[in-house]
């Protein structure tokens, strides 16, 4: 298989995980016989200070151009005072716009030697494995900026969805549903809002196309408490921008590590783009201590979701499972017994390994 892949570094560890990922990517091109060729280009800050534009033209084109994209992370306190138009941020925000992004991938899983960095009881962790399917280009967060009205006193945000909107990231979650566990949990607040009748309308129409499928929905609030007191009931959760963002960020204490969660952000023809869950890091950055597993297994997720290489996702994530099970870590992790290395040793482990 030829791919054309895009390498975005973007700022602080950014540079240093990419690295991780396309030496891992090298290995399972040599491995499975695929022709992977990359291009890098620039993003956030580091565009800033060359271009003058968090996201330049050049870099717009190229992920057009390109099959998948991998990003490292952007920001840091060196551009922390720019002016909101020269903020790295807004390199992220607009590829994901410019690229029609509109489905956040979140896989959430417990690895068995990371168990006890989670502040939940290991018996409650142990075994979930879960992937969260959020709404990114709508809802809430993209409404009609608001006014404020009675002299600054009062304020109305809009969450707002079109069908299509809804019938598009369904669509998304019931294909992940089934490549996986086969179990879809639909979240929303139903009993309260309009958009959630619709959303719950539209899954309950999409259902009969995907048979195999059992689906459930639940309220948000519900929804919020299950995640933590009973992981293991979920496999794959669709839900809208704001519900997911929460519900996300909640989810990630189950892992115990920022360092180890990977994101794809999709739209409808298998393009994506990859990066992990954490930022740039810039208190560690350039020391050579990153972990660079958050990066790999967004790898995987790359091989998963745009390529459809099933095998070569799996071979990536076995890899990452098999250096955690010899209890070799990275300084962000806690290992109890472990071997502690840097990113580089992390990478050649994961590389020899496939
Ligand atoms: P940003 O604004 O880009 O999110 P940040 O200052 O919030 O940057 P994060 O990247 O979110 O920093 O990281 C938060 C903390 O977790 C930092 O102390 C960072 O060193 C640590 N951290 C994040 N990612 C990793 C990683 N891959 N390996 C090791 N430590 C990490
Ligand atoms: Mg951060």
């Known amino acids: 298989m030829n791919k054309k892949i895009v390498l975005l570094p973007g700022d602080g560890i950014g540079p240093e995980v990419i690295q991780s990922a396309q030496a ?35 870099t717009t084109k190229a992920c057009h151009q390109a099959d998948a994209v991998l990003l490292g992370a952007v920001g840091g306190p060196k551009w922390d005072q720019n002016p909101s138009h020269l903020r790295p941020e807004k390199g992220l925000l607009g590829i994901r716009k410019a690229l029609d992004l ?15 960095a989670s502040p939940l009881k290991e018996e409650v962790v142990k075994g979930s494995d879960l992937l ?11 409404g009609t900026p608001s006014e404020r009205r009675n002299n600054g006193q009062s304020v109305v ?3 707002a969805y079109d069908r299509s909107e809804i019938e598009r990231i369904v669509e998304k979650a019931f294909e992940s549903a089934q490549i996986r566990r086969k179990h879809l949990t639909s979240v929303d607040k139903a009993n309260v809002l309009e958009s959630s009748k619709l959303w719950r309308e539209v899954v309950e129409e999409k259902k009969a196309n995907y048979p195999e499928v059992t689906v459930e929905h639940m309220l948000v609030d519900n929804a ?8 293991k009931h979920f496999d794959v959760i669709v839900t ?8 996300s960020d909640e989810a990630s204490v189950l892992t115990g590590s920022l360092g180890m969660l990977p994101s794809a952000s999709m739209r409808s023809d298998d393009f994506g783009l990859y990066e992990p869950v954490h930022g740039s890091a810039p208190d560690i950055a350039g020391l050579g201590i990153a972990n660079p597993l958050a990066m790999i297994l967004s790898t995987a997720l790359m091989l998963r979701h745009s390529f459809h290489l099933e095998n070569e996702a799996v071979l990536v994530e076995k890899a990452v499972e ?11 992790l806690s290992v109890i017994n472990g071997q502690k290395v840097g990113t580089e040793k992390m990478t050649n482990l994961v590389v020899d390994y496939i």
Not at 132 to 142: D, K, S
Not at 224 to 231: H, R
Request: hydrophobic share 40%; no cysteine.
């Open 322 to 332: 098999d250096v955690l099970d010899r209890k070799f870590h990275t300084a962000d």
């Open 102 to 116: 509109f489905a956040n991938l979140r896989p959430i899983q417990g690895f068995d030697n990371l168990l006890h």
């Open 157 to 159: 945000d809009t969450l």
């Open 240 to 247: 809208e921008n704001m519900f997911g963002d929460i519900l």
């Open 132 to 142: 969260i399917v959020r709404e990114l280009t709508g809802g809430l967060y993209f």
């Open 224 to 231: 919020a408490m299950k995640l933590i007191t009973d992981p």
């Open 24 to 58: 891992v990517l090298e290995a399972i091109s040599e491995e499975f016989k695929h022709t992977f060729t990359f291009e890098t280009h620039s993003i956030g800050g580091n565009a800033i200070d060359e271009y003058d534009t968090p996201l330049p033209d050049e």
